[in-house]
């Protein structure tokens, strides 16, 4: 305890309490914030600048009806304690007052009408005669007090005391402020590493789907080829009869699907793993739709006849745009149940060609516009088993149309159903 002269002026005092106020603040950046340090520190601190023996730092709860000890040092005993607990029901004057000033200045606890409800109970215990008490306040308002009490003898508390205890209490409330900060800054932090590992691990485990399609799919389509190949020969036996060629048929139609859906399985996991490789060459458009619309015919439909047009030559890779009108026309069977309208428009935007493909169907609702060029989603559950498909045409054309960027898109037609349409840019333009 720093000694203090009775006779020191008003002066002196006040520029050892200043001094004092900086060293704490300057403790507490070297302390590195850690609050029951600083507690500890300010209790010290004003018992020696005030020459008293109990000084202590109270915290309201989280109900505001109960202060919790923090710390409270006696200097005589050298003892520091913690976790008394004073309630508001058994002393509501002296929490309507510290609630309501900022600094509660008792010279004569015992009488005082704010401080003597602890007169039996407390100060006469413990022989304390007088009692200074500050707000300790942070950003969400009030937190607690600090409390200094004087032992054994009157103390009639100076002005500048009493600035400075509650410098000092405003200075608890800044540590406190401080180490709120501090800890929400850490939960982030920690928040963020979190998201980051997770989102790493969802990369990792994206790209091993990807491997395995990629692997799973070749080794799918060894056999296949074996298996139409074979039926292909088996076909062109002489001696087969009228029923065994139906079903060599059914072989060749369902081997023909499978690999239709391995090939999708294929592309995509390509697209996905920056494998896909695109082969731009210039073309006649209207020749590769018209091959698109044979293809996808399925047999014994007829096919879909191109609309009468403009004859065009475009810049982009042929097999691809055969792949996606082939994708549009194939859908506009099996949803709509009928052959489509498929025309080339031009002039819609400069240097571009639209081929759209139109049906009458049942067109797309708008939760489905939504969703139709994502990976694996099929307009409702009852259509998919009515038409099977796995869900991946659409993705897959828009996920090739990005690559050749070319644009794809959706509107409904005139009088109900779907339009589908594929932008792609004019040769020489
Ligand atoms: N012309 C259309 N009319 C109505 N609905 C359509 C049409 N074209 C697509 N859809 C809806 O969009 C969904 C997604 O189409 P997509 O071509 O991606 O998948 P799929 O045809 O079901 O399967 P896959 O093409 O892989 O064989 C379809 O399941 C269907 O519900
Ligand atoms: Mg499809």
Request: with cysteine; hydrophobic share 40%.
């Amino acid at each position: 305890m720093t000694p203090f002269p009775a006779t020191e002026s008003t002066e002196s005092r006040l520029r050892r309490f200043n001094a004092e106020l900086d060293r704490l603040m300057t403790a507490s950046r070297d302390q590195d914030g850690h609050l029951p340090d600083l507690m500890e520190a300010a209790t010290r601190s004003m018992t020696g600048m005030l020459g008293i023996r109990r000084a202590s730092v109270w915290l309201l709860d989280e109900t505001q009806k109960e202060l919790i000890c923090q710390c409270l040092f006696d200097a005589e005993t050298g003892q520091i304690d913690s976790g008394m607990t004073l309630s508001a029901g058994d002393f509501p004057s002296y929490f309507q007052a510290f609630q309501t000033a900022r600094v509660v200045s008792a010279d004569d606890a015992i009488e005082d009408p704010r401080t003597r409800e602890f007169a039996d109970t407390y100060l006469r215990v413990l022989d304390i005669r007088s009692m200074l008490d500050a707000q300790i306040r942070d950003f969400r308002g009030l937190r607690g007090v600090v409390c200094c009490e004087e032992v054994g003898q009157l103390r009639p508390w100076r002005e500048e005391e009493r600035a400075f205890v509650a410098s000092v209490a405003e200075y608890v409330g800044l540590a406190m402020e401080l180490a709120g900060r501090r800890a929400l800054a850490e939960t982030l932090q920690d928040t963020n590493a979190r998201l980051t590992q997770a989102l790493q691990d969802a990369e990792a485990a994206n790209i091993a789907k990807t491997h395995f399609l990629a692997n799973a799919s070749h080794e799918l389509r060894t056999p296949l080829n074996g298996i139409l190949g074979g039926a292909a020969i088996l076909k062109l036996a002489p001696e087969l009869s009228g029923d065994s060629r139906n079903w060599v048929e059914v072989i060749e139609r369902s081997g023909r699907g499978l690999l239709q859906v391995v090939n999708s399985i294929l592309d995509m996991s390509a697209l996905e793993g920056g494998n896909f490789v695109l082969s731009p060459q210039i073309f006649n458009l209207n020749d590769a739709v018209a091959e698109a619309c044979e293809l996808a015919t399925p047999s014994g439909e007829t096919a879909p006849a191109l609309m009468a047009g403009p004859s065009i030559d475009v810049l982009a890779d042929r097999r691809r745009v055969v792949q996606v009108v082939s994708s549009f026309i194939d859908n506009a069977f099996k949803f709509a149940g009928h052959a489509p309208d498929v025309r080339i428009v031009e002039g819609l935007s400069a240097g571009q060609v639209r081929v759209e493909v139109c049906d009458h169907g049942p067109g797309l609702s708008d939760d489905q516009v939504d969703h139709v060029f994502g990976q694996f989603s099929q307009g409702d559950e009852s259509s998919r088993r009515r038409h099977g498909g796995i869900g991946l045409g659409l993705a897959l054309s828009r996920a090739i149309a990005d690559a050749m960027q070319a644009r794809i898109g959706y509107q409904p037609a005139e009088g109900g159903g779907a339009v589908f349409w594929l932008e792609i840019a004019e040769a020489g333009e």
